[in-house]
């Protein structure tokens, strides 16, 4: 655990000694304010307890919960394994693919199946397309948060396109409960490859778009560089992960350092913070990596459908999932970080316990640590850069 | 005015509401365009349509969303400090209203020709700021009490800049009544005060690129003075919900609105009465003449509203510190040089 940071001293006031122009002694005092649990940038229900002098913050404390459903509790409850699966949906619903992966992958780790190619290739593809969308609400509400709101309008004319195409494979375009243990609901529908293919093509200028109207858009990097510190090893400590620890400049990413599905089979890298701008891991340096991660995504998504190859989409699998008694921990990259399912089986129909390690829950908790000294503007920021989802944190 | 000085007392006060009230059915009119203007011009920008089923694509919209407003439940919150609630917009519409007195529409139709013109749009336009505070004390929320507390500070702090444009283009002129300098400007696009004025060639020359950038100051001055983007930190609706109007609700809220948009013709028609020309025709006499000057004079004013608007839709908005460097650090010393160059340059 680092040090906690000081304020730097052009910030610092003294309360109650500040004196008037008659020589009076001015009363100035801290005030508290709720950003939240309704206020428009907080995205979502997540109420941040702020204490202000002035402008400037002394401190947030974030409180949670507002959006509690006892995923993990209900996931003990179900009848079986796969009625999980909807559930994960819900934890982030911006990435509801990328949560069945985690969870699929977990169930089958422990059962010891091994699925299908095609079914590995199309996971990626499909979890790469949601990562680009869930990036694309990322940094298109940060624009908001940063007071442009066309970005986001852009973001999600693109974001819906991916809807489009997994609305054309599953029917669903939100949540999707496309991934199955052992294989997948449906297969690929024949038009699709052609589409995805089209979508990439179409999407690779887009980001260079976005990049020219927001992310290098100079009252826009005024207002981020710098802005927002998390050192690498405040990062490390706090176990962030995803964008976040990456823009610190820490190259640690899950498809590569603990690889599943068919990623090691494919050429990308992952892609970090190098303060560019400003400091490395400053709030900028967070959004450039998203927006290079989504580049590095449909690298992937192309190379993937080059390769992908033909069969079945189901592996055989027990009529009725029973893993032997035991523990696992799967996790898988998300667009938030690292999601884990820790499951216990006691051999039973029904897992024992479930356990979500929430990136994005880990992630807020280093929110008052990057934010004191800085302005309310400033936090706004912040938490956009933190891009949480309150599903998820709260679970 | 000197048509009506017979009339007596009855009938100049008769003439005189008539009159005044001239620019408030304008105001109200273009509050209704800008509006729609606003929307259509924001979604296309976004790639969206905007609103297309009341009327012709969508050209009623402004009415209903009044028509609504009217009849929405008028909320003063429990804690509020009720008089002043209530008082602080019609403030604020007064503080822009009042100004309107002495635009120079046309060359026969202005509210109030006086000679301290430019200097009273300035001053009156302040009580702006008396009103936003007052409804960000009022309103007895945290959040409007910040926003109305950075208005304030940003009002004041740009007034510095918009003030001393206004100076330039006096020291030009020699006047502070915008008729007059309206009418110095006369003689088509190249005599407008952006392009130095009706000033002989060598002076022109060298004069010109400060008048431009004098020009660039006060515009982007009147946007911080008007809370547009990026400047809009009083009503920052990712940090401050809704700024000093968080509290207001129905007809009050629409009172601001209607004032702030006011506010961004006032800005422009400021503007263009000193550095493009006022109501003088592009084109030196050709379409030229009282009809021709309200046409024109709406027309630019227009086009700076345009800018506002598509400026909000594109970009990010500053932080506190940065908008009061913007300010003090980067416009006011620009000025000053610019103040200082063109004076020698008129000495010249």
């Given amino acids: ?395 | 005015m000197e048509a009506f000085q017979n009339l007596g007392f009855w009938g100049t006060l008769l003439v005189t509401i008539v009159l005044s009230a001239l620019p408030l059915v304008f105001v109200l009119l273009y509050a209704l365009v800008t509006i729609y203007l606003e929307m259509k011009v924001a979604a296309h920008v976004q790639d969206r349509v905007a609103y297309m089923r009341t009327g012709w694509h969508g050209v009623l919209q402004p009415i209903a969303d009044f028509i609504k407003l009217i009849q929405k439940e008028d909320i003063i919150s429990v804690a509020a400090n009720k008089k002043l609630f209530i008082l602080a917009p019609y403030i604020v519409f007064m503080g822009t209203y009042g100004a309107y007195a002495a635009i120079p529409f046309s060359s026969i139709f202005i509210g109030a020709n006086i000679d301290l013109g430019a200097f009273f749009i300035i001053g009156i336009s302040s009580l702006v700021v008396v009103g936003i505070l007052m409804a960000g004390w009022a309103s007895n929320n945290k959040w409007s009490i910040f926003g109305a507390v950075r208005s304030a500070a940003q009002m004041i702090s740009y007034e510095i800049p918009t003030a001393l444009a206004v100076l330039i283009a006096v020291m030009i002129t020699g006047s502070l009544n915008l008729q007059e300098v309206t009418k110095f400007q006369a003689g088509g696009i190249q005599n407008w005060l952006i392009f130095g004025g009706p000033l002989p060639l060598l002076q022109k020359i060298l004069i010109t690129p400060f008048t431009l950038i004098t020009f660039l100051i006060l515009f982007v001055a009147s946007l911080a003075e008007v809370n547009r983007t990026p400047f809009d930190l009083p009503e920052a609706e990712s940090e401050l919900v809704q700024g000093f109007f968080t509290e207001y609700s129905g007809m009050r809220w629409a009172l601001f609105y209607v004032a702030e948009y006011a506010n961004m013709f006032l800005v422009a028609g400021v503007a263009v009465a000193l550095f493009l020309g006022g109501w003088e025709s592009p084109f030196g006499s050709f379409l030229s003449g009282p009809i021709w000057g309200l046409f024109w004079f709406i027309i630019k004013g227009m086009v700076l509203v345009f800018l506002q608007i598509w400026l909000r839709w594109t970009l990010p908005r500053l932080r506190v510190d940065q908008l009061m460097y913007t300010s003090w650090k980067v416009l006011t010393p620009f000025l000053f040089v610019c103040i200082i160059a063109i004076g020698l340059i008129l000495v010249l």
């Fill in chain 1, 1 to 395: 655990m680092s040090e906690t940071k000081t304020l730097p001293t052009e910030y610092v006031s003294h309360p109650g000694e500040i004196k008037s122009s008659l020589g009076h002694t001015v009363r100035t005092d801290e005030m508290i304010i709720n950003m939240g649990p309704q206020h428009p940038s907080t995205h979502g229900v997540l109420r941040l307890e702020i204490v202000v002098d002035g402008e400037i913050i002394v401190d947030v404390i974030p409180h949670i919960g507002y959006l509690h459903r006892c995923f993990e509790k209900h996931a003990e409850h179900m009848t079986n394994y796969q009625q999980v699966i909807p559930y994960c949906d819900r934890l982030d619903y911006c990435a509801a693919i990328n949560e069945e992966h985690s969870y699929v992958l977990a169930v089958e780790r422990m059962l010891k199946i091994e699925v299908p190619e095609r079914v590995e290739y199309i996971r990626v593809i499909m979890a790469e397309l949601q990562r680009i969308a869930s990036h694309l609400i990322a940094v298109g509400t940060f624009g908001i948060d940063a007071g442009a709101f066309t970005p986001f309008l852009y973001a999600f004319h693109d974001r819906e396109l991916i809807l489009s195409l997994f609305e054309m494979t599953c029917g669903a375009r939100l949540l999707y409960n496309y991934f199955w243990i052992g294989g997948l609901s449906h297969d690929l529908p024949p038009q699709f490859v052609d589409k995805a293919k089209e979508f990439c093509t179409y999407f690779k200028p887009r980001i260079k778009e976005f990049n020219d109207l927001l992310t290098y858009n100079e009252i826009f990097v005024k207002r981020t560089a710098n802005v927002g510190v998390l050192p690498q090893d405040v990062a490390i400590n706090f176990a962030c992960s995803g964008p976040m620890l990456r823009g610190s400049g820490v190259n640690w990413d899950l498809r590569r350092d603990d690889p599943y599905s068919v990623y090691h089979k494919i050429e990308w890298e992952p892609k970090i913070g190098k303060g560019e701008m400003g400091t490395v891991g400053d709030v900028w340096d967070r959004h450039i990596v998203r927006m290079r991660e989504m580049e590095e995504s449909v690298k992937i998504i192309e190379q993937a459908l080059a390769a992908l190859p033909a069969g079945n989409v189901q592996a055989a699998i027990p009529k009725r999932i029973r893993p032997d008694a035991g523990e696992i921990y799967a996790r898988t990259e998300t667009p938030r970080g690292e999601l884990g399912f820790y499951i216990i089986s006691d051999g039973s129909g029904t897992p024992y316990r479930v356990k979500g390690r929430a990136p994005a829950f880990v992630n807020l908790s280093v929110l008052p640590e990057i934010s004191r000294g800085g302005m309310i503007a400033d936090l706004v920021l912040i938490a956009g850069s933190v891009d949480i989802v309150l599903g998820q944190v709260d679970r």
